[in-house]
């Protein structure tokens, strides 16, 4: 009974050194490794016995196959808008209403070359993956000019289905070990085997929940897409300078004298079609035939008194 018990113990002991030397570096020992080199010379057993035992314990278990791809998706936006912390409160607003949340919001204050200080924040977001782009659609709707005011736009993903793949074969595996572990703390009588059982059984646990973890960690991530945005104050932009000269304001008011002189000249078209010629309309063509019948009557007065 007793080296049955300890036969098993070795199997179940067997199979998380195999699920956690995939984490664990070369050279390092794990509590398994430790509690394996102790009990290696009183548990001693035949190979064949060893063979025996995996077969009729244990089936391997076959990694199964994601239906689909899980991808983490993030994406980062820095963009100029009027007022940085009116736009940060609307993208925390976005965020809530899409089932996400803020992740890290900051509003603080830049410096420029003159020493000038203007508004800026950085945000942080997560929204569920099938809405990142109507996120960031909504993101880029705050500034006013798409061309100017976005500065930089970037979209990356990593595939981690094979790593969710291998944890959770590793996971079924651990499992299975614990559930052999259970079995053998109750049928095992003797303190030793009881004792070593129970330590065996604590690393196992352990590896499961780390697994669990990380497992938790990458399901999260996918599911929830992060988008990173840096917000600048419009203000804060500084025109460039060539000793003294602004090319860039001069193109600003060259462009802003084009714009009054084309509201110049349409306006003037409107006041002409509108009021200037309903005016000369209403008020010239009285005195057009009032003239043509005086010229008429004068003409027909002149030829009588030629005749």
């Known amino acids: 009974m007793k080296m049955k018990i300890r036969n098993m113990l070795t199997f179940a002991i067997a199979i998380g050194m195999l699920t956690s030397c995939a984490r664990s570096p070369m050279g390092s020992s794990s509590p398994a490794d430790l509690f394996r080199d102790e009990e290696a ?27 689909e791809r899980i991808v983490i998706q993030t994406a980062s936006l820095s963009i100029i808008v009027e007022n940085p912390t009116e736009a940060v409160d609307k993208i925390s ?142 203000a804060s932009i500084e025109p460039i300078t060539i000793g003294g000269w602004q090319p860039g304001v001069e193109v600003q008011r060259a462009i802003q004298a084009l714009v009054e002189g084309g509201k110049f000249i349409v306006n003037a078209l409107i006041w002409l079609v509108l009021f200037v010629f309903p005016l000369l309309a209403v008020i010239g063509l009285p005195i057009y035939f009032i003239v043509k019948a005086v010229r008429k009557h004068q003409l027909k007065k002149s030829e009588k008194e030629t005749k």
């Open 41 to 67: 010379k009183s548990l001693e057993m035949p190979q064949a016995a060893k063979i025996e035992t995996a077969s009729e314990e244990s089936e391997p278990s076959s990694p199964s196959i994601p239906s």
């Open 93 to 234: 607003q976005m965020a809530e209403s899409m089932g996400g949340f803020v992740v890290t919001s900051n509003i603080y204050k830049s410096i420029n070359s003159r020493g000038d200080e203007f508004p800026a924040a950085n945000i942080t977001i997560r929204v569920p993956a099938e809405k990142l782009n109507e996120a960031l659609q909504q993101i880029k709707a705050l500034v006013s000019d798409a061309d100017i005011d976005i500065k930089n736009e970037e979209i990356s993903g990593q595939d981690v289905t094979s790593e969710v793949t291998d944890l959770e074969s590793r996971l079924r595996n651990l499992r299975a070990a614990e559930k052999q572990l259970l079995e053998i703390m109750e049928n095992a009588t003797d303190s030793e085997d009881v004792i070593a059982v129970f330590r065996e059984l604590t690393n196992v646990r352990e590896e499961i929940e780390l697994l669990e973890g990380q497992l938790k960690y990458y399901r999260e991530s996918a599911r929830l897409s992060a988008i990173n945005v840096y917000l600048q104050a419009k």
